[in-house]
Each structure stands twice: as C-alpha cells, then as structure tokens.
C-alpha cells in the first residue's frame, strides 16, 4: 500500500541553498518513490482542504524545526497555523539539528505537537536536551548528513591534478557556541598566517562572499588536495535563547568585542562546558570526493579516527609541522583518503537509501497498530500533485522577487525604491493577478 506523507519544510528557494541540506529536505521521495509525498514550504499557509486529509506521517524538516531560534513571534505564528499537526493521528518523525540552540523551546515542541520519534544528531546528552520528550517519545540517532547515491559516480580527479593543496570554507559564526564554534573559524586563520609564504596553494576563508552552493561545493573539493575540517556543533547549551540574545543585543553596542570579553558578559560558569558534536556533511562529501581531511582533533561520531583516516591537527595549529611533513607522505596519504572513503561507505546508517527504508518501515509499522483509514479522507493525488506544481511555481516567483529585492536594496536611492516596489504586498497582488489571468499559482 502507497503511504501518504507530508513533509513540512522551510528550505526557501531550493537553487539558493547548500546541496546537502536540499538533500536532506528531498531525501525521502528521491530514495522511497513509489510512496505519495506532499512537500509544503511553512512560508505558504497550508490549504485548509488538505488539513482534514488523513496522512499516514507527518516529517518536520531541520529547516523548519530551526525556526525556534528565530523571531519569536514568527515562531509562534508558525506554531499557530500548523497547531493542527498536534491533533492529526499520523505517525509524527522529526529531525532536528543544533538541538543545543533553544533546546527547552523545542523539547516544549515535541511535547506539543505529540511526535512520535525524534531523529538526534547527538549520541550523548540527551538528558539535558530533552528532559521532558525523552519520558513520553522515542529518542533515534541521525546524521547531520548522509552519502548521496549520486555523489557516487561524480568524476573525481586524480590526486596529483588537482590544483588547491589546502581548502576551506566555513563561516564565521556569531560567539553563542563555545569554543568548539570559535574554532571553527578561527582555524582558518590560524593556518592561513601560518602558511604565508610557503610554497602551497591555499584556499582557505571564511568570508560570505566566498561560500559555495549546490554543485560548486562539489567542485571546489575536487580541486582539493586536502580540506581542512573541525568539529561540527557547541559546547554550549542554550535552553531559550537567552544566551543567543544577550550575544547579539551585546554586539550590537560592541560590535568590535572579543569572544573573551562577550563570554564574561553573557556566559555563566557552566556554560562553556560541554560537548555537542557530531560528523558533518562535509566529512562525508570530502570522504567520497577523494580529498585527504585535516581535522581538527574529536570524536566525529566515532567514526573517524585520527592517522587513520584523517591527519589530526590541534585546535591552536601548534602542530602545523607534523601536519605539513605527513601531507608530503604520497603514499600514506593516498592510503589514508582510500581508508576515509570505505569507513563512511562501510557503514550503512550513513546511507540516504538506508534511512529512507527505515523511515518507511516505521510508519509500515505504525500502519499496522493504528485504525484504518476512512475511504472518504484518503489522499486525491491527481489534485495533490495539481497543488504541487502551483506551490512549486508559487514559491519559486516569490523567492526570486525577494532575492532580486534583498539584492537590489544594497544600491543606494535605486535599492530603497525596488525594496518598496518588490514588498510582500506587492508580490501578493501580482501572484493574484496572475491567478485571475489563468497561470497556475497558489495563493500567498
């Protein structure tokens, strides 16, 4: 029996964001396809109609669960308008990440809303993330990432031709997650000073201006030799954000502050103590991609080891020497990057393939227990997939007049007049002109 799921989303403009996490939203429909599967941006009211259709689950998205630290008010707009989540008798799964950030406001989430199992990132701590959800759901772990079938038949280049010697890119994260989220930028210029003047090619920054979307990521790795990589997640928790505010309401009046004098003003003694980290996608995509890792000394879901699959480096660069006399070791390097790839292909948890069949198998299996279905609220799909190609064509117009907007109003005079022509309102009647007109779009 086709399963009905609706998976809530709020992933934006699609060609706008990091392939792996596009993945992640379209993960389920590209490796269980024979499923019905209705995808909705929570940027868009949900039609009243589709409220009262029976779906067998019901998947919060990261992007979506990431709105509690947010606009509160946003937020609880959100949670209004979806309140009816809460109510329906689908199997609920999330898949949240960060879970440290805002961790009370989304354990009170979880609660609420009645999920059924929870996808964590995080193999330890748990207690302290989800002190209320952990006695009435069920607790799974998850990736922050997974190999992508496809990224397996990506043409690689050979080792010797590829033309960077080093490279990153990270971004530089405002100081609300410890030093395990300092380093993760601060390395970059620890290494980047330190490799002045040697005879390497390095691509290394941190700079906004200088990240990559969609395939260019992919191509930007297989220009690498080797990438640097730290631990990905905090050492921080913050249970409703207050941490996150004081951060930023303290940058605002100081904006030149060092993390030391922002961690005596906003943190307590027990803040910056713990440890929230896990694999990132881009060990995985620098794994499958060939491009020898340099990492900053951790755990990575126990699942990378260092001298085996990675070359350790310490979170202060002291031990740069060590680190450049193993990259000049051909052999044991291209041994290392040969171990790397069949550790994270060896372990199936980390396929897309695989936790599309598990997640499929739980509500198979909730099917089982649960009443069945009244003939009369069971999913119309012909006039689903109608919607689909209305909200698809909607949302993509409305996300290329904002980016067009968000753009253009970095002009002086010209952006201030464009900002005021391309507002919400104005994009909300022309989508209602063009309804009446007959192009297929569904209401904003």
């Known amino acids: 029996m086709k399963l009905n799921i609706l998976v ?3 992933l934006g403009c699609p060609r706008l964001q990091r392939k792996c996490l596009t993945e992640l939203v379209f993960f389920l429909r590209k490796n269980q396809p024979n499923h019905n599967y209705l995808y909705h941006d929570v940027t868009f009211p949900f039609p009243a109609p589709l409220m009262e259709l029976e779906f067998d689950a019901i998947i919060l998205d990261v992007t979506l669960l990431a709105l509690r630290w947010g606009n509160p008010r946003k937020f609880q707009k959100i949670k209004e308008k979806y309140q009816f989540i809460a109510d329906s008798t689908a199997l609920k799964i999330a898949f949240p990440q960060d879970e440290y950030d805002c961790s009370a406001l989304l354990d009170r989430w979880m609660c ?4 059924d199992y929870v996808f964590s990132v995080l193999s330890s701590g748990l207690d302290l993330i989800y002190p209320s959800f952990s006695n009435k759901g069920t607790i799974k772990l998850a990736y922050t990432g997974y190999v992508d079938e496809s990224l397996l038949d990506y043409p690689l280049k050979s080792f010797d031709r590829r033309n960077i010697d080093i490279g ?3 971004r530089k994260l405002l100081p609300y997650f410890g030093e395990i989220g300092e380093t993760k ?3 970059a210029h620890e290494i980047s000073s330190k490799l002045k003047g040697m005879n390497l090619n390095c691509n290394i920054s941190c700079l906004e201006s200088d990240q990559f979307n969609g395939v260019d990521w992919y191509e930007f790795i297989n220009d690498c030799k080797f ?3 730290s631990n990905s997640g905090s050492s921080v928790i913050d249970p409703d954000g207050s941490l996150r505010m004081c951060v930023i309401s303290h940058l605002n009046k100081f904006p030149n502050s060092s993390f030391q004098e922002v961690k005596k003003i906003c943190y307590n003694e027990n803040s910056d103590v713990h440890d929230f ?3 990132s996608p881009r060990n995985i995509e620098c794994a499958i991609l060939e491009s020898g890792q340099i990492l900053i000394e951790g755990e990575y879901s126990n699942l990378l080891k260092p001298w085996e699959h990675y070359i350790p480096l310490r979170n202060d660069a002291s031990n740069l020497d060590e680190v450049l006399n193993a990259i000049n070791e051909n052999g044991e390097v291209l041994a290392m990057i040969k171990r790397c790839k069949e550790a994270i292909l060896d372990h199936q948890e980390l396929r897309f393939s695989n936790m599309a069949k598990n997640i499929i198998q739980l509500v198979q299996d909730s099917q089982k227990t649960s009443k069945i279905r009244q003939s009369s609220k069971i999913l119309d799909f012909n006039n689903i997939n109608n919607y689909n190609i209305r909200l698809n064509n909607t ?3 409305v996300f290329r007049m904002k980016n067009f907007r968000d753009t253009s109003k970095k002009i002086p005079v010209l952006g201030v007049i464009i900002k005021l022509l391309f507002s919400s309102i104005f994009i909300k009647l022309t989508i209602s002109s063009l309804r009446i007109l007959g192009f297929p779009f569904s209401k904003y």
Do not use: E, V
């Not at 609420?112 to 999920?115: A, F, K, M, R």
């Open 8 to 10: 809530l989303h709020k």
């Open 112 to 115: 609420d809303w009645g999920i």
């Open 168 to 170: 990153y890119r990270a």
């Open 185 to 187: 930028w601060k390395i």
């Open 227 to 229: 990438t640097l990589g």
């Open 277 to 279: 980290t896990a694999l």
């Open 395 to 397: 949302s993509s117009f």
